[in-house]
């Protein structure tokens, strides 16, 4: 669980993104849709690019 937890912030961050800039722009009658979905999911792999390109992978030490 303690390893999915950046991929569940990255969703709900995505997801609601459309949403806090339709209401910062004041767009009336914004409703969430697919692309808000599509957009979640868009995170989800960015977050997981960018672990696996830039941060360094555990290496098991030998005993």
Not at 2 to 30: C, D, H, M, Q, V
Not at 42 to 58: E, H, N, Q
């Amino acid at each position: 669980m303690k390893k999915s937890i950046p991929y569940i912030l990255a969703f709900l961050a995505g997801l609601f993104a459309r949403t806090a800039i339709a209401t910062l722009n004041g767009w009336e009658g914004y409703h969430m849709n697919g692309i808000d979905l599509i957009c979640g999911v868009t995170c989800i792999v960015m977050v997981w690019s960018f672990k696996g390109a830039f941060l360094p992978r555990k290496r098991k030490s030998r005993r």
